[in-house]
């Protein structure tokens, strides 16, 4: 094996690869590798935890074909130290050298008979505009769980109806749910798919370089099928696959009320700086309090002897008053998912969620985007 490939290029596709890599020393010294494909089609750079696989080709000189296994994280920190020069590498027997400039290294390999196989790509269920689908991601995670004790839940739900995506999100106490449109390659596509969000996310992040993300289905069953995203990366093509989480997902679409009986137009800008400010006084696990009414939204914090604040935010209010009460970090998280300027906060009444959406300034359509928020107990 021997080629010659732009610094750059190959630094970016290591250290996305790399992250596929196991966080903790594998039970197989192969799955801590990075196995290095030098052919026809140029180079291939591929990682495998057995769960999530990432695959980049890239264009490269190749002189000698072949294969490798070497330490993914220790390429990685090798790639983003070297030098703004082309590099060159060369198995030579049992190590890989690696030339940049004037540096140079020799890794040790592990033996290639013991890596896995890799996960084929399902076949094409349909694509979408990169940037989009990344921006979508991005709000729907705001809500998915960080506990690895309830796994189901650590997911993004992805549901296929069409030529329409849902994404949705819940850690029990508050629900994101993203709508957009793609390109399915059958008009009556329908598929559902639950997805670590983590994986999601990184995923979709970094898979912006090119217009589109293809989406790969297989398997509509949680647990018994993968996922699978293609795009464009920086000098060539990177696939992801992972298989798709164990479990039923609550079904949650119907928590979002029909009818509101309190709604509120808020500047979002001021209402985050507002809620961030007023935060400062309350004490871990309480609520910042949050009346409506009087034209405004009144935020009060802290309580008996310790600190205190208070602050008015002006609103647009329609329906009765009422007085509820937020975790202030869920309350800004959803707050800044919402790309617009004007936000609307819709009740039922004040033990029941609120349901938080953006409005438009150009009267255009629903921006696709709501978050629902459950109300913490009030300090008597």
Not at 5 to 11: G, I, K, S, T
Not at 187 to 194: N, T, V
Not at 230 to 256: M, Y
Request: charged content about 20%; some cysteine.
């Amino acid at each position: 094996m021997k080629f010659r490939v732009d610094r750059d290029v190959l630094a970016d596709a290591v250290t996305w690869a790399a992250r596929t890599l196991p966080l903790r020393a594998p039970s197989s010294p192969a799955l801590a590798g990075m196995l290095i494909e030098a052919g026809d089609q140029g180079l291939v750079l591929s990682a495998f935890d057995f769960e999530t696989s990432a695959r980049a080709t890239l264009a490269a000189e190749v002189s000698e074909e072949g294969r490798a296994l070497v330490s993914g994280k220790l390429l990685s920190e090798i790639c983003r130290s070297l030098p703004d020069k082309p590099v060159e590498m060369v198995l030579e027997g049992p190590r890989v050298s690696l030339t940049c400039g004037s540096a140079r290294f020799s890794l040790q390999t592990i033996p290639v008979e013991d890596y896995p196989t890799l996960p084929p790509m399902p076949a094409a269920t349909g694509t979408v505009d990169s940037q989009l689908f990344a921006h979508a991601v991005s709000q729907a995670v705001t809500a998915a769980g960080r506990d690895d004790m309830l796994p189901v839940l650590t997911g993004v739900r992805i549901e296929i109806s069409g030529s329409t995506i849902s994404l949705l999100a819940t850690d029990r106490f508050r629900l994101s749910h993203r709508e957009l449109e793609w390109n399915p390659h059958s008009p009556d596509e329908s598929a559902a798919a639950l997805v670590p969000a983590k994986v999601l996310e990184g995923t979709a992040k970094s898979l912006t370089s090119g217009s589109e993300v293809t989406i790969s289905l297989s398997g509509s069953a949680a647990g018994e099928g993968i996922i699978g995203f293609e795009g464009a990366g920086p000098g060539g093509v990177r696939r992801t696959t992972t298989r798709l989480l164990d479990g039923e997902f609550p079904k949650v679409r119907s928590l979002f009320p029909a009818e509101h009986l309190t709604t509120a137009l808020v500047d979002k800008a001021a209402l985050i700086e507002s809620v961030k400010r007023v935060a400062l006084v309350a004490e871990r696990n309480t609520a910042v309090q949050l009346a409506f009414g009087d034209g405004g939204v009144t935020l009060d914090a802290g309580s008996g002897d310790q600190a205190q604040a208070t602050e008015q935010v002006a609103a647009d209010i329609s329906g009765a008053e009422l007085t509820t009460g937020f975790n202030h970090s869920f309350l800004l998280e959803g707050l800044n998912a919402v790309d617009e300027p004007v936000v609307e906060l819709a009740f039922t009444q004040a033990s029941k969620p609120v349901v938080m959406r953006g409005i438009p300034s150009d009267g255009s359509e629903d921006p696709g985007f709501k978050y629902l928020l459950m109300p913490r107990r009030l300090l008597s």
